[in-house]
């Protein structure tokens, strides 16, 4: 059992412990859900844009190691297709590293406003070169030289050192397209489970998870709150 930490204040203690929202929102039952979860996760995104909430496409992506160790990190999911979701990174970055040895991750959104979740769990495959391509071309300049300048989660002895990269990028770049490098890209996130979380009062939550099964097809469950 941990010891009680003498760095936390009492009042902030009574905050964390006595703090209760209550979530007072519209039922989310199995008559409103649409049959594909990737259609109800557009239409659940869609009004989490049209509410004006910050960063609606930012998600917790969680992956493990070949050893089980986990990791987490919020990245901005960047398209979403009939096979699932997308975002981008460095090949050669711990998530990475993470999908090379594992490649099975969990991504949650968590819509504070809106009192939503969606979790989506599954395999984790690289997008073709092409879509890769695309999204790094639409990109602003000075992230592309960016993404040329971060060896992403490498050690640095300062952020000297990581300006000093960067300038002499935008020196070797200047007047030039800048291409994508050969170890940034991007992954598509393949659900095998969708969880659709839709808070209610006194904790009684409405949890409607889709999970596909040996055919292909979407079965869909209530979960316990």
């Known amino acids: 059992m941990l010891k009680e930490s003498s760095k936390v204040k009492e009042e902030t203690k009574d905050f964390i412990q006595n703090t209760r929202w209550q979530f007072m929102n519209a039922p989310f039952t199995e008559n409103d859900?649409?049959?594909?979860?990737?259609?109800?996760?557009?239409?659940?995104?869609?009004?989490?844009?049209?509410?004006?909430?910050?960063?609606?496409?930012?998600?917790?992506?969680?992956?493990?190691?070949?050893?089980g160790m986990p990791s987490a990190r919020v990245v901005y999911m960047r398209d979403v297709t009939e096979s699932g979701l997308v975002f981008f990174t460095n090949y050669?970055?711990?998530?990475?590293?993470?999908?090379?040895?594992?490649?099975?991750?969990?991504?949650?959104?968590?819509?504070?406003?809106?009192?939503?979740?969606?979790?989506?769990?599954?395999?984790?495959?690289?997008v073709d070169s092409g879509e890769s391509d695309d999204y790094f071309n639409s990109r602003p300049r000075e992230s592309q030289i960016g993404a040329w300048a971060s060896h992403q989660s490498s050690k640095l002895d300062g952020r000297e050192e990581l300006i000093s990269k960067l300038d002499k990028l935008i020196e070797k770049f200047e007047g030039k397209e800048v291409p994508r490098p050969d170890f940034w890209g991007g992954y598509v996130i393949i659900p095998t489970t969708v969880e659709f979380w839709q808070g209610r009062e006194s904790r009684l939550h409405d949890r409607i998870q889709y999970e596909r099964n040996e055919n292909g097809n979407w079965a869909l469950s209530r979960l316990s709150p």
């Open 92 to 126: 050669a970055s711990h998530k990475g590293n993470d999908l090379l040895e594992n490649p099975y991750a969990s991504a949650n959104f968590y819509w504070e406003d809106l009192s939503r979740q969606v979790r989506f769990t599954g395999r984790v495959e690289k």
């Open 33 to 67: 859900v649409l049959d594909n979860p990737i259609d109800q996760f557009s239409a659940w995104f869609e009004n989490a844009i049209k509410s004006g909430i910050k960063d609606p496409f930012a998600l917790t992506l969680a992956t493990a190691n070949k050893k």
